[in-house]
């Protein structure tokens, strides 16, 4: 089995602009690219420590994006060979000569499984990370939606201590969008590749539109100044660490009793919009079948529950 060891990584925050990257990137002619490959990462331990094999095919059975992509499983792999064969077998479905990964969260690990890796950092306001967390139902308000980019951020400032320059390239999802070709040639010349303009044709086969400066800066117009306050109270020194000016708006003190009234109404939120997707009854199933680990009700929740969140990504 052919080893790709110097497997190319696109790194940062949900809600970055990491899926429109991913496409221009997988309509070059030489480029083949997995989204959300966290299914090689999460079973993986802090200190590098690969799963139990059996335990990770079970793990695999109700994942959703992996079971997306109907990878094959050769169980006389060991962990490495295993998540190395997903890279070779979207390479070979597309008949191409590069293959890279979209990973969101614990991209720190990508680095115990192949030393060699290589990385895209995308990096977005994120004030309008925080804004458009709420949307995807995954947080209640931008105090706690802009804690995805922050363990994003955080995560990035410490690999690249472990990693040489040549081996990384950090890109803003507001360059991108203004400046497609000029940072796709760099992204490319990155790559080891020269710029291919099918890059921009993915808005024919895809739901995305080309690149539009409409969605810079969004927070401007879609946040009030609380919730402007609210994000930049948290994530201010780092906003400004990655280029971006601040709004001016005078400092926000957040108390612990403010932020005991955000995390219930989060929590609220978070509760109330997954009741609304999967019904009562499949919400209390799954919660039931965890709680009491009866595992073969817990699977067949899981399973059911994918197959909605599958009709609501259509």
Request: glycine share 4%; net charge neutral; aromatic share 12%.
């Amino acid at each position: 089995m052919t080893v790709i060891r110097q497997a190319i990584f696109l790194v940062g925050a949900e809600r970055s602009g990491t899926t429109v990257l991913r496409l221009m990137l997988s309509h070059h002619s030489q480029i083949s690219w997995c989204q959300e490959f966290e299914y090689v990462v999460d079973q993986v331990e802090d200190d590098g420590k690969f799963p139990e094999l059996d335990r990770y095919y079970e793990w695999l059975e109700t994942n959703r994006v992996f079971q997306g992509r109907n990878f094959a499983i050769d169980r006389s792999l060991d962990y490495f060979q295993l998540v190395n064969s997903f890279l070779k077998q979207q390479l070979e479905r597309d008949h191409k000569k590069l293959v890279g990964a979209t990973v969101h969260r614990h991209f720190d690990r990508l680095i115990k499984i192949w030393p060699d890796a290589r990385f895209i950092h995308l990096i977005r306001d994120g004030r309008d990370v925080a804004r458009s967390c709420i949307g995807m139902g995954w947080s209640g308000n931008v105090w706690t939606g802009v804690e995805r980019w922050l363990d994003a951020e955080c995560l990035w400032n410490q690999l690249k201590t472990q990693i040489t320059p040549d081996r990384y390239i950090e890109v803003t999802y507001e360059d991108l969008i203004t400046n497609p070709a000029q940072i796709l040639t760099h992204i490319c010349h990155f790559m080891g590749l020269e710029y291919d303009q099918a890059m921009l044709n993915y808005a024919q086969d895809t739901t995305y539109d080309l690149p539009d400066a409409k969605f810079i800066q969004q927070w401007r117009k879609k946040m009030s100044e609380h919730e402007i306050q609210l994000v930049e109270s948290k994530i201010a020194p780092l906003l400004q660490d990655r280029g971006y000016e601040l709004s001016g708006l005078p400092h926000l003190e957040v108390t612990p009793s403010m932020e005991q009234k955000i995390r219930f109404q989060d929590w609220w939120f978070r509760l109330n919009f997954r009741v609304q997707r999967i019904g009562l009854g499949l919400f209390l199933a799954d919660y039931l079948s965890r709680k009491l680990r009866i595992k073969p009700l817990e699977k067949s929740t899981k399973l059911k529950i994918n197959e909605i969140s599958v009709r609501y990504l259509k």
